[in-house]
Every structure is written in C-alpha cells, then in structure tokens.
C-alpha cells in the first residue's frame, strides 16, 4: 500500500483559485473537508464560504453554451485543438472573460451557415446527377443550385464553423473548471486574509503538490507536510483487482472500505465465500449448472461493455466468474456428500478426513444430521478464526502491541470452547465440565477469559476491559452457533432436491424418463430460491460474524480531485 502524507498549506485568498486550478489539473491531492474539523480551532478559522453568485454565473453560462451548441446543431463532440488561453486570477475574472467570449461569437449567423451547408451536402450530391432542363423538376434543381451557390459566397467557410464550435466546446470545458473549482473551495477554511487547507497526496508526488503550490502563489506561501496521526483516518489507495475477482470487490466494499492498516478482504473472500455456499449448496448437477451460467455472463461480458447496460445487467455480467466459482464449490461439496441433483443415490458421499467427533465428508446430511451439525461447528470454528488472525495481522500492521494478545486469548477461547464441546458431548453435558472437567474448563475457558479482560484493560482501561470480556463471550457463543445454518440450509437444500426425486420416481440412481420434467422444475425453483437465500445467508455470515472480527469498513477511498 503506498505511503500517504498530508499537506497543510496557508496562502492568500487572492491565489486562492489559481492553486486550486494548478492542483485539479494535476489531480494528485485530496481535500480534507475542514468543516468538519473547524471545532479544532476554537474560532481561529472559520468556513471558506463560495459566494451563490459565483455558481449561478457558472450555471447560467453553461446553459448559454449549452443552447448555442444545439443552435448550431453540433452532433458529436469536437476536440479542442490547443487549448484558449483565459484570464488568470480570481474566478470572477475567468467567468467574466467567458461572458465576454461567448457574446462576441456570431451564433445566430453561424446556425444559418450550419443550415445552409447541410443544403450544400445535397447540392453536391445534385452536381454528380445528371439534370434534363427540359423537364419541370430539372429546372427547379437548377434554380436551386444557382441559388445555392450564390448564397455560397456569403457564407463562413467550413473550417470557420468547425473553429468556432471548438471555441464553443473550450468555453463550456472552462466553465465546468470553474464551477468544480469553486465546489472544492467550500472545504477550505479561511482568516480575515488567508486560506487555510488540508490535502493528501502520496509520497511520489508530494515534492510536485508543493512546488504547484508555490509557483501558483509566487513563493507567497507556507506548506508543511506531515505523517498522517495515528487516530486519523487517512484515505487508502485501492488497487484495481482482477476481472474475477470484482463480484467479491463489490460484496465486501458494499460493507464499507478498508482503512489504511487493515487487510483488505477481497482476495481471501474469494476463496471463503464460494467454500461456505458450496457447503449449504452441495450438489454436483446445479453446481455444474452454475458454471455454465457464469461461463456464459463472462463470455457475454467480454462481448459488450457493462458499463452500457443497466445496474442489475450489469451486476450480473460482473458476477460471471463468481457464478463459475461458487459452482465448482458446489460440486466439490456435492461429491463429498454424494449428491447429483439431491440425494439421487447416483453418487456416493467421499469421506476426506476425521479429527476426533468430527467428519469431514463421507455422509449424506439428510441421513446423518448431527455430523453435519459437527462439521458446521468446525468450519465457524475455522472461518472466525482466520478474522481474529487478521485482526492479529491489522494490529501488528498499526504498531499497536499491546493489542496484539487480545485476538490471541481469544483465539484461545474460541478453541478451548470447541474442544470442550467435542470433548463432553456437547451442551446436554455441561453438568460435566465444571465437575469432572472443572481444571480443563478453568485452563480453556477462564484463563483465556481473563487474560482478554486483562489486555483490553491494559490497552484502553479497566471498565473497558470488563465491558469487553462479556462481549466477546458472548459474541463467541452465538456467533460460532450461527454457523449452524450451514447445516440447516444443506439440509433444506438436501430436502427440497429430494422431493422432486420423489415425486418424479427416481430410485437408486435410475432416473426414468417421466422424471426429467419434474427435476427440471424442481432445479430450476431450487437453483432461484434456495440458491438466493444461500447466497444472503453466505453473505451474512461474512458481513457479521467474519467481518466484525477485523474489519472496520471505515476507510475512505483515495480520490484525488481532478477537473472532470
């Protein structure tokens, strides 16, 4: 992530416009909203107001270009050649200058030269024709090329026209500059005299923001740069990620940003969020299916532009690499618990491991549910995990070490509890951990308990430390709980897949022809339903039980201002 620091700069209100013509055009910087921070200054500063008649200039003289353009009936956009020069100085004066250009183009002249040339176009195409004067319509169209051609003479050549509806794009492009120009100086802050603003810039192009600064200002200035503070929120820089990877982009920012030291998510979403679908999706033929349909949303996205479609087009072209990975995890799973279109009997489960009560395949849920109930468990287990060790990560990033023991403790809490549950039998037991158990209960369960409360208290204050220690023992139990709609949901999935099995007269793996109809209804409400419920429930378990771990989404994007 590339270093930020933030400049600070004083300069006279005079200059004030010019520096931040010189910043837009490099657009290298990005403004601090100092109303936000003028409670700071107890007085000393106050709001850099814009005056309303600036903006309504502005608006006016846009709308003015505006009607001239479609005077003259301008179709496509004309780049501007070299670019006018203006009056320099205040924004009054540069709108002003705009007035007074646009006054002295020749509009309404120019619209009946637009017109006749249009006439022109069809004169030449008359000339390639051959006219028999005898005839009524060949006198006519040689009156009107003698007509034409007299009228000729009078008229602004064609390069003149194009001339002046570039002039015309130049105004309109200078106008635009000037009301964005105007818009940004309503965060600055000011004195009596002097301009007060706030920036950041990344450090390759720290040395050219000052110099802009300076020579904007002929040297009459004061501009400090400094670190960013560490309660400051300072803007992130995100890098485009890859084509595959922008559905996850768009899931996990919709949550909000990352900040500066925080692990962005996108990356390693990419992998957790298809593994947990796939498990309350598992099925080998919809998960197939599913790749087909995002193979064919990627295909179509590289055959038009998305950005040309609407929003929910749009999302789901984007979404076609995300179809064809949550598919492939739907498959895997469906193998692992031998399921081909529900529990068809066609496949049989693959059984990958065993770590003591728990299964990792090689049952079918709807048969064998409290294995699944088990598996569920290990994989919250798993997945809240890999948040307190990016919550470990973000902490050691930021310096803040005395933090650094908080995710651990809980990391030993959260294990020390899974091990106790497997261990006992579950909570029908809990009468057994605090008899025989009670010295495993006190070095998995409290000691680590304790230790939370004594580093958070250490870190931010003993009431604090207290307030925490609840909270994570809680959050611990009913988040880790709430991974049991992994099961749940496999379940309904397995049930729903099984009805429609049933109700077509499939046995043993032997699909009759009569059944295909109802599978194919039957995958086709389940692959739409259940599919989006799994989905939000995939989501959720992200947004909520994984991100609340190590993501504040509280980061602000860098985007620096730049003329549009």
Known sequence: MAEMRKLTAIIFEDDVDDVTRSLGEAGIVQFVDMREKLDQWKGALIPCTVSTQIMSKCSELLSKIDVSLK?????????????????????????????????????????KSS???????????????????????????????????????????RQKLG????????????????????????????????????????????????????????????????????????????????SFLQAFEKLAYSSGFPSAHEVNPVKIMAVTFPMLFGIMFADVGQGALFVVIGALLAYVKRKIKPEKVGDIVRYFLISGEMFVLLGLSAMFWGFIFGEFFGPSGLLHPIKLAKIGPFYIGGFEPMHEPMKMIRFAILAGVLHISLGLILKLVN??????????????????????????????????????WFAEGGMMLAALIIVPLILLVLFTGIAEGFMEGIGFGVEVFAETLSHT????????????????????????????????????????????????????????????????????????????????????
């Not at 496509?76 to 100085?89: I, L, M, R, S, T």
């Not at 040339?117 to 009107?144: C, Q, V």
């Open 395 to 432: 902490n050691l990033r930021e310096h803040e070490f005395k933090r650094a023991p908080i995710p651990i403790s809980w990391l030993w809490l959260l294990w020390g509890g899974l091990f106790m549950w497997s261990y006992w039998g579950g909570i029908s037991s809990i009468s057994r």
């Open 163 to 242: 001339e002046i509806k570039e002039g015309l794009l130049t105004l309109q492009e200078t106008a635009e500059t000037e009301k964005q120009v105007a818009e940004v100086e309503g965060k600055f802050a000011r004195t009596a005299k002097t301009i007060y603003f706030e920036a950041w810039v990344l450090d390759d192009h720290l040395r050219e923001a000052t110099e802009r600064i300076r020579s904007a200002t002929e040297g009459n200035c004061v501009v400090t740069e400094e670190p960013a503070g560490h309660e400051e929120k300072q803007p992130v820089t995100l890098k485009p990620v890859p």
């Open 115 to 157: 017109a006749t040339l249009d006439r022109m176009l069809l004169l030449d195409r008359i000339g390639s024709m051959s006219i028999d004067e005898t005839t009524e319509i060949g006198r006519k169209l040689l009156e009107f090329k003698r007509a034409v051609e007299m009228e000729r003479r009078s008229v602004e050549e």
């Open 71 to 111: 005077t003259l009936n301008l179709q496509a956009a004309v780049v501007p050649g070299e670019k006018a020069e203006f009056a320099q100085g205040r924004t009054e004066e540069v709108l002003a200058d705009i007035e007074k250009r646009l006054a002295e183009l020749p509009i309404e002249s120019l619209a």
């Open 481 to 564: 709980l709430s991974y049991a709609r992994l099961m749940a949901l496999c379940l309904v999935h397995s049930v729903m897949n099984y009805l429609f099995l049933v109700l077509g007269g499939v046995e043993h793996g032997h699909f009759p022809l009569t059944s295909i109809p109802i599978i194919a209804t039957g995958t086709i409400l389940v692959m739409i339903i259940e599919g989006l419920i799994v989905f939000v429930h995939t989501l959720r378990l992200h947004w909520i039980e994984w991100f609340s771990k190590f993501y504040s989404g509280e980061g602000i994007p860098f985007k620096p201002f730049k003329f549009t």
